[in-house]
């Protein structure tokens, strides 16, 4: 799984303080969005758990636009099986192998080295809980700006492989869940599984 694009280098990326009217605006057109309401209530999951024995590792990107306003859903980025054992054991400078990442829009764009166009203010969501099993994935946690998330996903294993085996055009549909930001239900959302250049 290659690094170029990892978390790495977007969590270096300056967050903005945003207020909270960025933050309520509605869902941009083109939106997998359900009703809001207000009682909505997510299913729980505790603690930090990873049990795949398939790779799913990679980078699951949006086929269709998430949005709330100017901040966009990116990608989800899930790490290897041993880079979840030394974050789950503490090990001092572990990498985050998992988080949920937005882009804020309305924010100046740079190039990268590999000539790609990013925006400098990103949201990189990290889990305070989490399951990842050959099933699907689970994850919940709190961010200062974005509030309250959760995430959950039944992965195609075919396209996983497919993506692990370096064809991401056969990838379409890897991993499909519903993700939860505060009120706001964004259902069946689609990702493409990719690794990277």
């Given at each position: ?105 309305s924010s100046p764009t740079g190039v990268g080295e ?84």
């Open positions: 799984m290659h690094r170029s694009f990892g978390l790495l280098a977007i969590a270096a990326l300056p967050l903005s303080a945003c207020d909270a009217a960025t933050t309520e605006t509605q869902p941009a057109p083109g939106s997998m969005q359900t009703d809001i309401s207000a009682d909505h209530e997510p299913p729980a999951v505790s603690g930090q758990s990873f049990t795949a024995t398939q790779d799913v590792a990679g980078y699951y990107l949006p086929q269709d636009e998430v949005a709330i306003g100017s901040i966009s859903l990116n990608h989800i980025s899930v790490g290897l099986d041993w880079e979840f054992e030394q974050y789950q054991s503490g090990a001092p400078d572990a990498f985050t192998p998992l988080a949920i990442i937005f882009d804020d829009t590999l000539g790609n166009t990013y925006y400098e203010v990103n949201h990189v969501l990290v889990p305070d809980a989490y399951a990842v099993s050959d099933d699907g994935l689970v994850l919940s946690g709190q961010h200062d700006v974005m509030g309250g998330f959760h995430f959950e996903g039944r992965w195609n294993m075919a396209d996983v492989e497919q993506m692990q085996a370096g064809y991401p055009e056969q990838a379409q549909s890897a991993l499909t869940g519903t993700l939860t930001l505060g009120a706001v239900v964004f259902e069946d959302v689609v990702f493409q599984g990719w690794l990277g250049d």
